[in-house]
């Protein structure tokens, strides 16, 4: 069973910057597909940032520039580099992974972890 477990949230001030950590496990983590989502309260759940297991990666509009994910597969981490913080990244973000045959088969994720708070004052 995949396991993720996420870390690095806290409370920033506009402009700053935090690194979120997934750490993965269960699974050999080569391969997966990989995702940052976010939701703040009140809203609707949505797509940060993916990384593919060919290593191409995809960001929302509104974090391109400023987010890069990445992932060191010796660790089976991965990983979400924010900078230049806004009020509006405030959310919990949660870390989802898929296998290969499942993401093609349904196009999304099916495991996800807890999730970490960011918090972003202005």
């Known amino acids: 069973q995949v396991q993720l477990v996420e870390s690095g949230g806290g409370s920033v001030q506009a402009g700053g910057s935090l690194r979120l950590s997934c750490d993965f496990s269960?699974?050999?983590?080569?391969?997966?597909?990989m995702g940052w989502f976010r939701q703040a309260p009140g809203k609707e759940r949505e797509g940060v940032a993916s990384?593919?297991?060919?290593?191409?990666?995809s960001y929302a509009d509104s974090v391109k520039g400023r987010f890069t994910i990445s992932q060191d597969n010796a660790k089976n981490t991965l990983y979400l580099q924010m900078n230049s913080l806004k009020p509006e990244d405030t959310a919990m973000y949660y870390c989802?992974?898929?296998?290969?045959?499942?993401?093609?088969?349904?196009?999304?994720?099916?495991?996800w972890g807890q999730g970490t708070q960011v918090t972003v004052s202005s």
């Open positions: 990384l593919d297991n060919d290593g191409s990666t």
């Open positions: 989802a992974a898929a296998s290969p045959s499942y993401y093609s088969d349904y196009g999304q994720y099916n495991y």
């Open positions: 269960g699974y050999t983590y080569i391969n997966y597909y």
